[in-house]
Nanobody, 116 residues
Framework: QVQLVESGGGLVQPGGSLRLSCAAS????????MGWFRQAPGKEREFVAA???????YYADSVKGRFIISRDNAKNTVYLQMNSLKSEDTAVYYC??????????WGQGTQVPVSS
């Protein structure tokens, strides 16, 4: 019943920007820590960013200073603003909701190819 739906992915040139959105339903959104993960071709899924109910934020070193995570509890939506994109940022990006111990709910992902 819980659904997380990502949107906003698409082809972007190196140095460009893109904003991803994740709309949640079926859960009390404001009570969950929300996160963004990504999986590049042939690689394991990795942590990108997270935001708590109080809007405290956490970032992987690889994206710190370039990406910004935010949330709008009134809209049950979490965002990932991606700036200064590099080819190595190419991946499928997933949003997830933490149930307390680990991320329990996951979206289906949205592709972000960074290429000229």
């Amino acid at each position: 019943q819980v659904q997380l739906v990502e949107s906003g992915g698409g082809l972007v040139q190196p140095g460009g920007s893109l904003r991803l959105s994740c709309a949640a339903s079926g859960l009390t959104f404001s009570r969950y820590r929300m996160g963004w993960f990504r999986q590049a071709p042939g690689k394991e899924r990795e942590f990108v960013a997270a935001i708590s109910w109080s809007r405290s934020t956490y970032y992987a070193d690889s994206v710190k200073g370039r990406f910004i995570i935010s949330r709008d509890n009134a809209k049950n939506t979490v965002y990932l603003q991606m700036n200064s994109l590099k080819s190595e940022d190419t991946a499928v990006y997933y949003c997830a909701a933490e149930s307390g111990v680990s991320y329990k709910y996951w979206g289906q992902g949205t592709q972000v190819p960074v290429s000229s």
